[in-house]
């Protein structure tokens, strides 16, 4: 399958198109970064990558054929670029690419806090108008080309950028004592849920997941570094 993948340069996103790579899926990978794929690493043969903007329409490339869009890109920096990086990027990507015959899925990474209004209100509200039009491109998505549409709602992912938090034993007791699982999700995790959801299913649409070890009672609760 012909596969696009946003913010894919690190994180979860190069996880997601590492693993669709090995399984033999074309990715276009596209990143304000260069691509962290390298030519060795299995599958690369058939990857592409885009340094682009995904909020600047006229700097998103021509790609046709495109059967699963993973909308990942995502900040989370307390200022009001959460939602035109967050909500609108991943609209304008969703406008361009999600809307052709050839399309299966379309998967949205959201936040626990979509659902839990936790973190920082711009990041919670960006995250949350991710869910709204993930429900109502997926109306669209069913009804024109009976396809699915779903939105993962992580919680803790043990990413690099949440290191300072995860490395700091005090913080980490707080977020621990509300995860019954005791533990935060991997990358490559992540990147099988996405995986799962984008091509094994094809029934589930219209969800917003809550893929978040169990974590409760939050809602007084953001620990930041």
């Known amino acids: 399958m012909n596969v696009v993948v946003t913010g894919d340069s690190s994180g979860i996103g190069v996880h997601v198109s590492r693993l669709f790579l090995k399984r033999g899926h074309t990715v276009f990978g596209l990143d304000k970064k260069e691509s962290a794929i390298q030519p060795f690493e299995e599958g690369a043969k058939n990857y592409n990558h885009f340094v682009c903007d995904i909020v600047d329409v006229a700097s998103l490339p021509k790609i046709e054929c495109v059967e699963i869009l993973v909308n990942n890109a995502g900040i989370q920096s307390a200022l009001d670029d959460d939602i035109r990086v967050n909500l609108l990027g991943s609209m ?3 406008e361009k690419y999600a809307f052709q ?8 990474n959201a936040s626990v806090s979509a659902l839990s209004g ?5 990041y919670a509200a960006s995250k949350a108008g991710v869910v709204g039009y993930m429900k109502h491109c997926a109306i669209r998505l069913a009804n024109e080309f009976k396809a699915t549409c779903n939105a993962l709602c992580f919680g803790g992912v043990a990413t690099k950028s949440n290191r300072s938090v995860m490395e700091n034993p005090a913080l980490w007791k707080k977020i621990m004592d509300v995860t019954p699982l005791k533990r935060w999700m991997s990358e490559d995790e992540a990147a099988e849920w996405i995986y799962f959801l984008t091509v094994v299913n094809s029934f589930c649409t219209g969800q917003a997941i809550d893929v978040s070890g169990g974590e409760r009672n939050c809602a007084d609760l953001f620990v930041w570094n």
């Open 92 to 94: 304008r990507v969703t």
């Open 101 to 108: 015959s050839s399309i299966k899925s379309v998967l949205f």
């Open 118 to 122: 936790n973190e920082f209100a711009t």
